[in-house]
Structures are given as structure tokens and as C-alpha cells.
């Protein structure tokens, strides 16, 4: 069974930047559109950023401009390039395929002051 590992979240101040990144336990990535998840306090869980496997990408407009996914299929990665944060952006960040697969722990990411 795939197992995603999420790592790169930390506290940063408004304005500042974090790359997340996600490995896989199995080349798996090649074979599937990819996705970013935040959950914050409170609220349900949402889909932040996609990318197909043909490397398309779609974000949700509150963080157009400043988030960028990325893939490479021959490092089994996915990547999120947070920019210009904002205390909203704070949450627990996950990677999952969109054709949903087992969640793996997240990455946890604060912007504070």
C-alpha cells in the first residue's frame, strides 16, 4: 500500500515562503494527477493545487500568484512553492493522488507573526 510523506511545513511570518515536498513509497506519481490538500482548524479539508500527469496545473483563486506545484516523475516527487504567505494559509498541508489514496500524516504549516 502507497504511503505519501509530507515534509517542509514550519512557522513563518506573512510574506515569507516554504517549499513542501512529498515522496511516495512506490514510483506511484507517473500514473497520477496529483493534488495538494490544507485542512485548517475547524474546517474541512480542500484541494489547493492539482497537477495532471501531463504537468497542467489549477489552483484555487486565494492562492493564485503565489503557490506553484510541480512534479518529477523520476524523483517520485510533488512539490508546493508557498510564497507570500498569509496567516490564512495556515493549516495541516497534504499530498494525495486525486483519485484519493491512503493519507498520509501532512506537514504542518503556521503563518504568524
Known amino acids: 500500500q502507497v504511503q505519501f510523506v509530507e515534509s517542509g511545513g514550519g512557522l513563518v511570518q506573512p510574506g515569507g515562503s516554504l517549499r513542501l515536498s512529498c515522496a511516495a513509497s512506490?514510483?506511484?506519481?507517473?500514473?497520477?494527477?496529483m493534488g495538494w490538500y490544507r485542512q485548517a482548524p475547524g474546517k474541512q479539508r480542500e484541494l489547493v493545487a492539482d497537477?495532471?500527469?501531463?504537468?497542467?496545473?489549477n489552483y484555487i483563486d486565494s492562492v493564485k500568484g503565489r503557490f506553484t506545484i510541480s512534479r518529477d516523475n523520476a524523483k517520485n516527487t510533488v512539490s508546493l512553492q508557498m510564497n507570500s504567505l498569509k496567516p490564512e494559509d495556515t493549516a495541516v498541508y497534504y499530498c494525495?493522488?486525486?483519485?484519493?489514496?491512503?493519507w498520509g500524516r501532512g506537514t504542518q504549516v503556521t503563518v504568524s507573526s
Open positions: 497537477i495532471t500527469i501531463s504537468g497542467n496545473t
Open positions: 512506490k514510483s506511484i506519481f507517473r500514473f497520477y494527477d
Open positions: 494525495n493522488a486525486l483519485s484519493g489514496l491512503p
